[in-house]
């Protein structure tokens, strides 16, 4: 009957009503509880469940505060490139769940997400029943739920390698079931203190939870505390480690034009003697921000360590994953009239790395910013750093998720910053993150770039909007 849903829409719709209606401690107004209520014997129940599909996987296992989804990027790119059927696991996603669990650059489709959770539910809603019973510790979550699907979906699928990002923490993530080839850390800073501590050592050792007894370890941490307690943890358990600044480095080049469509730099990568003394020159990135070096060099660095460990991995796949590798919101230019950028940045590290390639790509073009934040995050700090950078300031909320903080409460934390004597802009307060996007289009009538940031949750909300209204940029 015409105007009537199909049943494959039907059926694709109750299983996203299945999987939204497990716990999410994305879209929890308090987050992710502390580190007490997380526990992988839930994972491992449902896993066992499912047959253990996390015992015939290889993976590459990738922690870190930021950096570690394009690192992930990177890596899977260059191994499709080099001929291995590659899945990549990945979170939180902007639109689509189908982002989460791709295989070869391609997401899971809707029918085959349909399937995944045909085979999960029964077993889910069965542990549902012995939770009850007091039989198991908690009904499975929507994290567990959908990275248990990842790994039966790349399973069926017989892929040769899975890279799994981690999605908090490390220890007591659910992505820490796995049996790993390599795992990879790619940064520490501060973000989740209240899950993961609040120091750097404690949160390094959050992270290097996902470090295994003589499992190969890439490091791309070079401040010396939080790198102190990864080396302490490996040596525990025997794990050979890779270190940036100590067994490979790197060189990083600015890309040669700026002010049009944005280009990456590149990098001149390097491995010590005693390491094998690997020599890369003129490794083009095709992120953009100079902090996406570091990011290629830690890739590098795990794709050659899985070359001395068999696997046929070629230099031109490895310059074809980090120059073709890309994720959506991390400093994405969605048009360029007007010039947009798109950018999941959350935290001071990343703020500080996209002002810096907003420098860097665009110089000291105009700049407008709509802005909005996540409640357990350093606002004030984010703030501090973006408010002398623009020229109009529009302070917004997500939606869609109740973790969001009031605009009235951001203006209060800019007022603040003001008596404080930081530069704040002209500024207006909008309820409405598609009201916000709206008055930043006519503010920025006049040439000036638009730069959307603060949360992830806003980019989602946002990025199909802008990209339905704007033109897509061509290089």
């Known amino acids: 009957m015409e105007g009537c849903p199909s049943v494959r829409d039907e059926n694709y719709q109750s299983a996203l009503e299945f999987l939204y209606g497990r716990i999410n401690y994305e879209r929890s107004a308090r987050g992710v509880p502390g580190g007490s209520r997380l526990d992988?014997?839930?994972?491992?129940?449902?896993?066992?469940?499912?047959?253990?599909?996390?015992?015939?996987?290889?993976?590459?296992?990738?922690?870190?505060?930021?950096?570690?989804?394009s690192t992930a990027a990177m890596i899977s790119c260059a191994l499709t490139a080099a001929g291995h059927r590659t899945g990549l696991y990945t979170s939180p996603h902007l639109e689509r769940l189908?982002?989460?669990?791709?295989?070869?650059?391609?997401?899971?489709?809707?029918?085959?997400?349909?399937?995944?959770?045909?085979?999960?539910?029964?077993?889910?809603?069965?542990?549902?029943?012995?939770?009850?019973?007091?039989?198991t510790p908690g009904n499975?979550?929507?994290?567990?739920?959908?990275?248990?699907?990842?790994?039966?979906?790349?399973?069926?699928?017989?892929?040769?390698?899975?890279?799994?990002?981690?999605?908090?923490?490390?220890?007591?993530?659910?992505?820490?079931?796995?049996?790993?080839?390599v795992t990879v850390i790619t940064s520490i800073s501060f973000d989740h203190v209240q899950q993961l501590g609040n120091t750097l050592s404690e949160i390094a050792r959050e992270k290097a939870g996902i470090v295994k007894p003589g499992i190969p370890l890439i490091c791309g941490v070079t401040d010396e505390e939080p790198r102190t307690a990864i080396e302490k943890i490996a040596e525990e358990r025997?794990?050979?480690?890779?270190?940036?600044?100590?067994?490979?480095?790197?060189?990083?080049?600015?890309?040669?034009?700026?002010?049009?469509?944005?280009?990456?730099?590149?990098?001149t990568y390097r491995e010590n003697s005693l390491h094998g003394g690997t020599h890369l020159d003129d490794v083009q990135i095709g992120m953009l921000g100079a902090h996406q070096a570091a990011n290629a060099a830690v890739a590098i660095a795990t794709l050659h360590?899985?070359?001395?460990?068999?696997?046929?991995?070629?230099?031109?796949?490895?310059?074809?994953?980090?120059?073709?590798?890309?994720?959506?919101?991390?400093?994405?230019?969605?048009s360029l009239d007007p010039l947009v950028v798109l950018d999941t940045a959350h935290n001071v590290a990343s703020i500080a790395a996209?002002?810096?390639?907003?420098?860097e790509s665009f110089g000291d073009r105009p700049r407008v910013l709509l802005f909005a934040a996540t409640r357990d995050k350093d606002v004030s700090g984010m703030l501090r750093l973006l408010l002398p950078q623009f020229d109009f300031v529009i302070l917004t909320r997500y939606v869609e998720n109740p973790r969001g903080v009031p605009p009235d409460r951001l203006l209060e934390l800019v007022n603040?910053?003001?008596?404080?004597?930081?530069?704040?802009?002209?500024?207006?307060?909008?309820?409405?993150?598609?009201?916000?996007?709206?008055?930043?289009?006519?503010?920025?009538?006049?040439?000036?770039?638009?730069?959307?940031?603060?949360?992830?949750?806003?980019?989602?909300?946002?990025r199909s909007i802008i990209s339905a209204t704007l033109p897509t940029p061509h290089a």
């Open 40 to 69: 992988l014997g839930r994972m491992r129940r449902l896993l066992h469940c499912l047959g253990d599909p996390q015992r015939l996987l290889k993976v590459v296992h990738i922690a870190g505060t930021k950096g570690k989804g």
């Open 98 to 135: 189908e982002e989460r669990i791709c295989i070869d650059g391609g997401e899971c489709s809707k029918r085959e997400l349909v399937n995944l959770v045909r085979v999960v539910r029964p077993v889910v809603e069965e542990l549902d029943e012995m939770t009850l019973e007091n039989e």
């Open 140 to 181: 499975s979550t929507f994290f567990e739920i959908t990275t248990a699907m990842a790994l039966l979906h790349f399973v069926g699928q017989a892929v040769d390698i899975a890279v799994l990002e981690v999605g908090l923490g490390g220890r007591l993530d659910s992505t820490n079931v796995c049996q790993p080839v």
């Open 238 to 267: 025997a794990a050979p480690m890779t270190r940036l600044g100590k067994e490979f480095e790197f060189q990083y080049a600015r890309a040669s034009r700026t002010g049009v469509v944005g280009t990456g730099g590149s990098i």
């Open 305 to 334: 360590r899985m070359q001395e460990d068999g696997w046929t991995i070629s230099e031109d796949a490895i310059r074809h994953g980090i120059a073709n590798a890309s994720c959506r919101a991390r400093i994405e230019i969605l």
């Open 354 to 359: 996209l002002l810096s390639a907003l420098d």
């Open 416 to 462: 603040k910053l003001r008596a404080e004597s930081c530069k704040v802009p002209e500024l207006l307060v909008s309820e409405s993150p598609v009201e916000a996007w709206q008055k930043s289009l006519a503010i920025a009538s006049g040439g000036q770039m638009i730069c959307v940031t603060g949360s992830f949750f806003l980019a989602a909300e946002l």
